[in-house]
């Protein structure tokens, strides 16, 4: 079977011939076999240096045995059963002891589930419906998350989301000063932050920026929620807000603190927390905040997860992906020095940017960063990808314990390569 079969099949089946918009490819995608380590192979037996790693679940890399091994024994045991066990207890106290905000955690099925929780905890604590978020920031595709997504736009990002819910939102610029503008709004109890700064670090938040918006939202008593989706377990074991010592009210996870399966979780002050407790009662409700989610902890789940945290609470898997991520980085600006092309690759922790057309990005807003020509984006993905490397959306990437020296050098072979076609047809800003 093709990639190009294979596609047309799904387009007969799916929507868009995909599960996921970002995975739509033109003219088609590439159908994934198997997996292994920093590598995986599609239907055709071709073979990719992957900078994806599962949209950043992958830590440890892929198939790691111990992972695989405890999902194997759990699958013999009890694959679900819509009860409570005791992996999830040890699940939640890991993610207890490694990270400052939580004191009490709770598990959901996905990160946008986990952010969709947290504004409800907000809501409910605040006693406040409006919600702040950054411009550009993202928090999932559900209907509270989206307005403010797309850079230097207020309008939601998809039709379907009433305008209701969108005048409860509000959007701020990345300033501490913009922040404490907006919450001079006394409706706002609720403020949400992408901890690495927008799109994953796209567009950077230093410490010092992070620390006073940090600070306003405290000054003003809001709910300060971190969605750590991506740093958590990335940045540190305990996430950014333990690498940089800045702590929220509550924190958004997911991807890495599943072991690289399906779910999520939020975690954070056990005043915030113990709403969800059933003998919690406010307002004749209990408990006061609603939760549910048949596949919440799922036994697998938490099996994998268990099973990743001794490997990730260590640091090592998270020391490994930065050194190879900063190879990677300055690997890339010494190909484009070489070349002559005015770009910047750059990033935090072990992800990495490219943009292309000028030395920095200091100063840029979301959505200049963004705005790179789609020519020039789908040249240099489809570039990378045709030499057997493949990129996160956009012209990002990021790497895992996994990946190693001779992998991200390999991979830089292609990216001179790519770029040296990019300049041949003209295609570079």
Not at 5 to 20: E, F, K
Not at 94 to 119: C, D, H, I, K, Q
Not at 129 to 151: I, S
Not at 301 to 320: E, R
Request: charge should be neutral; charged fraction near 20%; aromatic fraction near 6%.
């Amino acid at each position: 079977m093709t990639n190009h079969n294979l596609s047309q099949r799904a387009r007969a089946a799916l929507p868009g011939g995909v599960s996921h918009e970002l995975r739509y490819r033109d003219p088609y995608p590439v159908f994934i076999e198997r997996a292994k380590g920093a590598k995986k192979w599609d239907v055709e037996g071709r073979c990719y240096i992957d900078f994806k790693m599962g949209s950043a679940s992958q830590m440890l890399g892929h198939g790691h045995p111990v992972v695989v091994e405890a999902i194997r024994k759990q699958a013999e045991s009890a694959i679900f059963t819509a009860d409570s066990h005791e992996a999830e207890i040890e699940w939640a106290e890991w993610v207890n002891r490694l990270y400052p905000s939580a004191e009490r955690t709770r598990f959901t099925a996905s990160g946008s589930e986990a952010t969709m929780l947290a504004l409800r905890l907000g809501r409910a604590h605040s006693g406040k419906d409006h919600v702040l978020r950054v411009d550009g920031h993202y928090h999932g595709w559900h209907d509270h998350a989206l307005k403010g997504t797309k850079p230097g736009s207020t309008q939601a990002a998809s039709l379907g989301i009433p305008d209701a819910i969108n005048y409860l939102i509000h959007v701020c610029p990345a300033t501490p000063e913009a922040m404490a503008l907006a919450l001079q709004d006394d409706r706002i109890g609720t403020v949400i932050i992408e901890a690495s700064g927008a799109n994953y670090g796209c567009v950077p938040m230093s410490v010092e920026t992070l620390k006073a918006l940090h600070d306003v939202a405290r000054a003003a008593g809001t709910v300060l929620i971190f969605d750590e989706i991506i740093t958590g377990f990335r940045w540190s074991p305990g996430g950014r807000q333990a690498r940089d010592g800045i702590v929220p009210d509550l924190t958004t996870l997911a991807k890495i603190v599943t072991g690289g399966l399906p779910g999520g979780a939020v975690c954070g002050r056990a005043e915030i927390m113990e709403l969800m407790n059933n003998a919690t009662v406010r307002n004749g409700i209990s408990p006061a905040v609603s939760h549910k989610g048949t596949f919440n902890a799922s036994p697998l789940v938490a099996a994998a997860a268990c099973a990743a945290m001794p490997l990730l609470a260590s640091g090592k898997a998270q020391a490994q992906a930065d050194a190879m991520a900063a190879r990677m980085r300055d690997g890339m600006n010494a190909v484009m020095n070489d070349l002559g092309v005015r770009g910047l690759a750059y990033g935090d922790s072990s992800i990495f940017h490219v943009f292309f057309g000028q030395n920095s990005v200091e100063g840029l807003t979301p959505a200049e960063i963004r705005g790179l020509p789609k020519p020039c984006v789908k040249a240099y993905r489809d570039g990378m990808l045709a030499r057997g490397v493949d990129m996160m959306a956009y012209t990002s990437g990021l790497t895992s314990a996994a990946h190693t020296p001779a992998i991200i050098d390999e991979a830089l072979e292609a990216f001179h390569a790519t770029l040296t076609d990019m300049i041949h047809n003209e295609v570079l800003p």
